[in-house]
Structures are given as C-alpha cells and as structure tokens.
C-alpha cells in the first residue's frame, strides 16, 4: 500500500502540444543515487583501465633503456601524460554530456535504473539545460567530497583542520539533502537548468484477454464445457479496481493463486465453488464484468472499486 | 517499484501475431485489435530512433511518424474513456511518452548545437550577461586593489595571498635579477606539453567552480574572484617594485589576456544565476532560475574553449616568446580578437534557432 501511495504522491501529468494529459511519474531519490553511482562506476573504472593501459605502453617505453627514466624517449612520455590528463577531463564531463544530450536523454546509469532526464516546462530539453546540470553537480557532490576527504587525510596526520571540516560536511549535506526538501525532488543543478528526472516505462503490449480461453467462447469452459453466465447482481458486486486486479492476476499468477481468487469470488457472489476449472471461470467473470463495466463506462457511469 | 526491464535491452522480443479482430467479444478490445499494427510500428520507429540510428530508418517510416504518434495519442485518449484494460493504457501511455520525447526531442544533436554555438551562439549568450560583465569586472579590478593595498601595507600578507607554490623565488625582498630570471624563457620546448594539460584542467576546474558557485546568490562568485585578483595585485606589488610592472605585464598578457577574461565571464555568469534568482522580476524563481542557468551554460563551454587556447598560449609562446614587445603583441591580439568576437561578430539569426 506505501509502495502504491510512494508512487501515487511522485505521478505528475505532462501536457502534450496535442492537448493530451500524460502522466510522468517523477524518478525516486533512491533511483537516482543508484543511477549516478553506477555512473561513477563505470566512469572509474574505464578511467583506470585506460590508465593501466598508458602505464602498460609506458613500461613498455622503459624496455631496452635499462630502466632508467631519463633516457626513454621524452615525447612519447609526455604524449602519454597528456593523454592522462586530457582524457580524464573528457570523460569526466563528455560522459555525461553526450549521452544526456542524446536521443534517450539518459546516461547508462540512469538506463539501468530506467529513469531520464525532461524538460520540467514539458517543452524540449535544451542542450544548455543538459550542460548547466551536469556543471553543477561537480559544486554539489564532488567539490565538497574531495575537500572533505583530503581535510580527513589532513586530520588523520596530525593537522589542525579546525572549523573547516565543519564548514565542508555542511556544505555537502545542504545539497546532498536539497532533494529532500522540494516537492519535486529536484537538485540544484536541476532547479539551475530547469529539467526534472522522470521514469522512462518500457512496457511490452500484453496479449488481449478477451480472446483467450472461456472469454473468447461466450463463458463456456474448454475443460468442462460448462459456460459460466454471470447476472446483473452477481457482476455489480466488484468494481475497476477488482477488475484491474483481476486482469492482473489472470496475466501472471499460479494456478493456486487463482484458486484463492476464485473462492473468494464464488463466496462473494454466492456460487458454490468447484474445483479444477477456476481459470476458466475467472476467464469468464473478467470478460463478462468488464463488459459490464464498459458498458456503463459508455454511459458515463464509473465504478471505482466494490465500495463505491 | 517497478523492476527494470532487462530482456528489452538484448535483442528484441518475439512478437506474436494478433489474433483474429472478429474474435474479440468486447468492444474495447476489438478497437485495440484494429489499431496494434499502427501501434507497433511507431513503437519499432521509436526504438530505432532511441539507439540514434536516424539514418537507417526508412523514409517511409520517417514520414508517417507524426500521424502514428498522434494515432497513438488520440487511441490513449478514447482507451481512457473506454477501456478497462490496464495492461493496454499503461503500455500506451508508455508508448506516447516515448513517441513524444522523440518527436518533439531536442532539434539536433550535439554536432549542430556545437556549429550554432561556435557561428553566433556564445557571442550572444556573451552579450546577454552585459552587466553581470561589468559587476564582475569591477570586482576583479576592486580585488586586485586591494591585494595590492594590504601587501603595501604589510608584508606578511603576500604569504597569505600567494600560493606557497608560486613563490619559489618570486618572494619579498627577492632581487632584480632573480625576478627577471622567473620571467625568462625555457631553453627548449620539451615538457610544456604535459604542462599545457595540467594548466588546463587546473584552470577550467577552477572557472567551473566559479560559476556553479553561483547558485549561492552569486556571493561566492565574487569572493572566489576577488581572491584570485587579489593574489594578481600582490604579485604585481612585488614586480613594482623592482621596477618590472611592464615585463610582468606583458609576460602576463599573452595568456591573461584570455585566462583572466575567461575567469571573468564565468564568474560573470555565476553572478548572472545568483542575480536572477534574488531579482527574478515579474517571473516565478525557478524560471528565473532556470533561465539563467542555461544562459550561463552556453558562456561556460566557450570559457573551457578560452581555457584551452590560454592552456596553450601559457605553455608554449610565454615560455618560449622573449621580449616585451612580442609579448604584449600576443597578447593584445589574443584580447582584441576576443572583444572582437563577443561584441562585434554579430550574425544574423535564422529564425527556426529560436528553440
């Protein structure tokens, strides 16, 4: 019920130039610290694989020269340390950059997760927008991490570090926590560049259910060859949200879990349950109450759920 | 929490062929039936424009993809007044919103952004942030002052302001000629390569602090200026009086010139967000915010461009280049080319840049 009501107070609606109403739910805080840790990671990680690969090419250039750094040749050495140098600003801010400014609007990180990054005004993504929040979050995270590490590395030889390690965990906590207090979850950099970070739902077509089994043969069952028919009273009993339920139950649950669903229902509605043919029966129940359902649908009559 | 779809990623899902439309015993299915070929193939144009392959989808494709995403819209719309079937509507607001980021994305790529920012765009985001400019300008010139002041009054200021690195030899009461040697040229090139790349990263790391700063009012933009200018003036302090102001200044001229002017419009841009959002005028704050922030974006890119060319232009000339005269030649250049660029190449803009 948390997860349901979590995900009930993150939905936000988009409003298309079509005038269509499209509901976008906002990425969770969690997704997004995952997201960017795995950014991290990968980044790290392909950094010093490169690098290993430059020292391996640099001990290479020591070969034949008895070891001895001062005569190996000095512009493939210094074409290497440049190389480092470059390629690790490259990375840093290219990483980011490229892949948000592409047409997936997401990071592999943030793939992964399954969440990207959209305009908040619900316009294009502007590329400046794309530059400004990613400038930002070396202010927000990474400035204030490394200071505070090397004031602890200061510290743990014996320096005096004073207020300034005080000063520096606030600083990082201010904007490590400004998700927290702004109902959008936003960070600086996304309030800076005006984008906010939303789920990216890929959803597979699901099958349709009223043209499979005891739905698509008028409630009569392939086992049994019974057919189920369902009167006004017996449909009434349950609304959208059973029925919604019921689809989903009848997509992916056992056949135990059906069982249950199919007692409960028979109890509720007053039949005496059978057994051996209860999907069948369900089936049929789903087609027939949604039927119903959609009929009043038509008509403008809705049913939420079975109390209303 | 939904959990990610990984299977999406690797290779592409059979999919099986729809069954037969007249089987369908519910209206809202039969309305499903006959419009999921149209769904699917938007769906497959979508995912090819996802993985960036624009080149390799057909033109026909490409044509008909605005009527099938507004197919898709306008099937989300009628579903939702007619259809109980979650799985449908959440696969098709699914689709629309993936249709929509696609068909309303960003214009162009990286590459066409880059061409508009480098014919036009930066000189305009430039001028657009004029007096943030001037504040920040008079900062620096304040801050140099300043710097210049305390360490004519005391000494012991200079320790305080200048980095322990910088003042090998170049400390109070050092001579004439052990000043001018800081000053001199290296005998070879060899070395200034790796630390040209060092400057660089060094520097832009620098400037982009300066803006990102920003977001706190601007306040730390400025103290973060005046710090650095206040350092220049203690430096320029020491070479006066020695008698060396027009050497120091023309051994400073061929990168600061552009170094310093770089410093100048990030910090100017800093100043621009943190301006905005404590005068953001008859717009909400986070548009005023935002507003800014991408403004100062554009200046911030063209301020890593600076900082590499002043990368370079300290690396390699300053060390290599004898002489005041050739010197201040580079480096008047370098400025007059800068100002030139900013403020007088202005091209006409094509109307659909807009966006």
Redesign the interface.
């Known amino acids: 019920m948390s997860a349901a009501a979590a995900a009930e107070k993150r939905s936000r609606v988009m409003i298309t130039p079509e005038g269509l109403a499209l509901p976008v739910t906002l990425a969770s805080r969690g997704g997004r610290a995952g997201a960017l840790m795995l950014d991290v990671m990968i980044i790290f990680g392909g950094l010093l694989a490169f690098n290993l690969l430059l020292l391996w090419i640099a001990g290479g250039l020591l070969e034949g020269t008895a070891f001895d750094p001062s005569s190996a040749p000095r512009g493939a050495q210094e074409f290497l340390q440049i190389l480092m140098v470059i390629s690790g600003f490259v990375t840093w801010y290219g990483y980011f950059l490229v892949q948000e400014l592409g047409p997936r609007g997401a990071t592999l990180g943030k793939r992964m997760v399954g969440i990207r990054i959209a305009a908040r005004s619900g316009g294009r993504l502007a590329p400046e927008a794309v530059i400004a929040r990613n400038l930002i979050r070396d202010v927000e995270l990474f400035y204030p991490l490394v200071l505070v590490l090397v004031l602890l590395v200061l510290s743990s030889e014996g320096e005096d570090i004073g207020l300034l390690a005080w000063a520096a965990t606030g600083w990082f906590a201010l904007f490590l926590l400004f998700p927290f207090f702004n109902r959008d979850a936003l960070r600086a950099g996304d309030i800076v560049a005006g984008t906010w970070v939303v789920e990216a739902p890929r959803t597979k077509l699901a099958a349709t259910l009223s043209t499979q089994g005891a739905a698509a043969n008028r409630g009569a069952s392939e086992v049994t060859g019974a057919r189920y028919e369902f009167g006004d009273k017996e449909l009434a009993v349950y609304g959208e949200k059973e029925l919604q339920t019921l689809e989903r139950m009848l997509r992916d649950a056992q056949p135990e879990a059906l069982a249950a669903v199919h007692a409960t229902i028979c109890r509720k509605i007053g039949w005496n349950p059978g057994a051996g043919d209860e999907r069948a029966f369900l089936e049929a129940f789903y087609a027939q109450l949604r039927a119903k359902l959609e009929g009043d649908m038509r008509f403008g009559k809705r049913k939420a759920d079975k109390f209303s | 929490?939904?959990t990610?779809?990984l299977s999406?990623w690797f290779g592409r899902?059979e999919i099986?062929a729809?069954?037969?439309i007249a089987?369908?015993?519910?209206?809202?299915?039969r309305f499903?039936?006959e419009r999921?070929g149209e769904?699917?193939r938007l769906?497959a144009i979508v995912a090819q424009?996802?993985?960036?392959g624009l080149r390799r989808i057909a033109d026909d494709d490409l044509v008909a993809l605005p009527a099938l995403y507004?197919t898709a819209?306008?099937s989300?719309?009628v579903a939702r007044?007619?259809?109980?079937?979650?799985?449908?509507l959440?696969?098709l607001?699914?689709?629309?919103?993936?249709a929509?980021?696609?068909v309303?994305?960003?214009?162009?790529?990286?590459g066409g952004?880059l061409r508009d920012f480098v014919l036009g765009g930066w000189s305009r985001a430039v001028r657009a942030i004029w007096l943030d400019i001037c504040i920040a300008l008079f900062v620096m010139v304040a801050g140099a002052i300043v710097g210049w002041l305390l360490v004519a009054q005391d000494e012991a200021w200079y320790y305080r302001l200048v980095p322990s690195g910088l003042a090998d030899t170049r400390v109070p009461g050092a001579s004439r000629e052990e000043l001018l040697a800081s000053l001199a040229t290296e005998e070879s090139a060899?070395?200034l390569?790796?630390f040209?790349?060092?400057l660089?990263?060094n520097n832009?790391g620098v400037c982009?602090?300066a803006?990102?700063?920003g977001?706190a009012f601007g306040i730390p933009s400025l103290l973060l200026m005046v710090h650095n200018m206040a350092m220049l003036g203690a430096i320029l302090w020491l070479f006066s009086g020695q008698g060396l102001t027009l050497e120091l200044a023309a051994w400073l001229s061929v990168h600061g010139t552009t170094e310093i002017f770089g410093i100048l419009l990030s910090g100017a841009a800093g100043l621009h967000?943190g301006r905005s959002m404590a005068f953001p005028g008859q717009r909400a704050v986070?548009?005023a915010?935002?507003?800014?922030?991408?403004?100062?974006?554009?200046v911030?890119?063209g301020v890593v461009i600076m900082m590499i060319v002043a990368a370079i232009l300290e690396a390699f000339p300053r060390q290599l280049v004898d002489g005041t005269g050739p010197r201040f030649l580079i480096g008047g250049s370098m400025l007059a080319f800068w100002l030139a660029y900013f403020f007088l190449y202005r091209p006409v803009r094509l109307p659909e840049d807009s966006?």
């Open positions: 929490m939904k990610p779809v999406s899902g099986a729809p069954p037969d089987s369908a015993t519910l209206r809202s299915d499903r039936l999921e769904w699917r769906e424009m996802e993985k960036g507004r819209a306008s989300l719309a007044e007619t259809s109980l079937d979650s799985a449908t959440a696969y607001e699914a689709l629309v919103q993936r929509w980021f696609q309303y994305g960003p214009p162009r790529g990286f952004w060899a070395g390569a790796s040209a790349a060092q660089f990263s832009s982009i602090l803006f990102a700063l977001f967000i986070l548009t915010a935002s507003e800014a922030g991408q403004r100062g974006a554009v911030m890119v966006a």
